[in-house]
């Protein structure tokens, strides 16, 4: 099986409201997923799931083989759309807690990357502004050799000159093998390195193709065809 | 990974303790050298210096109580914000079992509920000159002693070990059941935390009529009422252990299988 990540009739509720509602997908090895969807369509919710911060209602999740739990996060290296550093802690400790913890964590490369961005390792995270946290986060994500990594919104909230720089280190630091699901809404800056996309809308999918597909056959870019599916 | 976690755990929570032990000690020092020894007062009549004295002791204990408050709160908060806060999407991330964190979680804060408790009785050694509290410690055994023996000393240091985790899991519980409302998740833990206190109480009251009875029957003889005491005393432990464990279990089967960090 060459699959990463494989979910069957995936469903999730929060009260009445269904935020994923029978989601089918395969997502195979080595590739750059874009989970694209407007606000609220179960972008987050998916990426939760797959890291058992959030239960499934129904439906089952499988990540190399196993379901979500202590085997898949050993191999899973994910990046939340919220900031969950300690303000108490230096760059430098919360680098030594992802080494403590993660057996796949290459230090070397995270300091290289935060001297790359001109962050200081003896910086206290409080003294930190908040795209420079965010940048912090993407690094600690990106310095895992993980098989599987989920991004949420990876770029939300940096500017667009460490955008493009971000994409780089996205490209750069994953193996062959391993597979990158980031999800956004600003499609235009990350459509050059996606292989697939996958739209959710209203917490259902409603198209699973290859970027090289889409432009062949409506020859039209994912920009494109993303405003069109979304239309308001 | 316990002992990772635990290793980070006492140091998130170190920031919070290391300055409250310290003012802890310091305040009992600046007593001591404004006022003296409080004990040492004339027997009769009120003097100005009587006066000091009884503000200082007041003060004292108030210090002491809010210590083993604040140690509370902080391993609380502690619980709540580092597991169902924000801060949860790293720890739930980590390949670790959740019963390794609840565990981490809880041996820390026995740690400084017994530091705190530590630091209060030393502060004691500070604003009492330590003659004086020899006296009354030895006019405390010299009642006391035929009655204490090494077994006594295990029944009690177990009732204070095993009450401390049971509160503690208690608390865990009620925060992790309130996690399952998707609103008012804070008002719900406090709720559940009444719910879950009333009924262990209910519990371990169920044991305690055996003391009741021989207090009822009590005649000024300690003799009599040392072994209805330490049964009762055991019985408490055993049934608060019992108690704890399905705390225990409780929470770490909803931080497992109903996690939902928002």
Known sequence: ?232 | MLGKLMKYEIKATARWFLPLYTVILVIAAISRLLFGDPLMMESSGFTFRKAISILVILAYVILVVGVMIVTLVVCIIRFYKSLLGDEGYLMFTLPVQTWKHITGKLLIAVLWNFLSGLFACLSIFIIIPSPELLKIRQAFAAEFSQFFNFGSYCILSAVVIVSLVFSILQIYAAIALGHLFNKHRLLASFGMYIAINTVCQYVTWMVTPLLVGSVMKFDGNLELIVKPVSQTFILFTVVAAILSAGCFVLTNILLKKNLNLE
Not at chain 1, 50 to 63: A, D, F, H, R, V
Not at chain 1, 171 to 181: C, F, P, Q, S
């Open chain 1, 1 to 232: 099986m060459n699959s990463i990540l494989s979910c069957t009739n995936l469903s999730k509720a929060f009260g009445s409201t269904m935020a994923l509602k029978n989601v089918n997908l395969e997502i195979a090895r080595g590739r750059i997923v874009g989970l694209l969807g407007p606000n609220g369509s179960g972008k987050s919710t998916f990426i939760k799931i797959c890291n058992e911060l959030l239960t499934p209602t129904s439906g089952e999740i499988i990540i190399g083989g196993f379901k979500p739990g202590v085997e898949t996060k050993k191999i899973v290296s994910y990046l939340p759309e919220k900031n969950y550093l300690n303000d108490w802690m230096k760059v430098s400790e919360i680098i030594n807690f992802f080494k403590d913890f993660y057996a796949d964590f290459n230090s070397e490369k995270a300091y290289d990357m935060l001297s790359r961005l001109n962050i200081r390792p003896e910086s206290r995270l409080k003294t930190l502004s908040k795209g420079t946290k965010e940048k912090v986060q993407l690094i600690l994500v990106m310095s895992r050799e993980a098989q599987l990594y989920l991004l949420d919104e990876p770029i939300g909230g940096v500017d667009p000159a460490a955008r493009n720089y971000i994409l780089d280190t996205i490209l750069k630091n994953y193996n062959e093998e391993a597979t990158v699901i980031l999800s956004t809404h600003l499609i235009a800056d990350i459509e050059k390195i996606l292989d697939d996309i996958i739209f959710l809308k209203d917490g259902q999918v409603v198209l699973q193709k290859t970027v090289d597909d889409i432009r062949s056959e409506t020859g039209k870019s994912v920009d494109a065809l993303f405003r069109e599916v979304f239309k308001c």
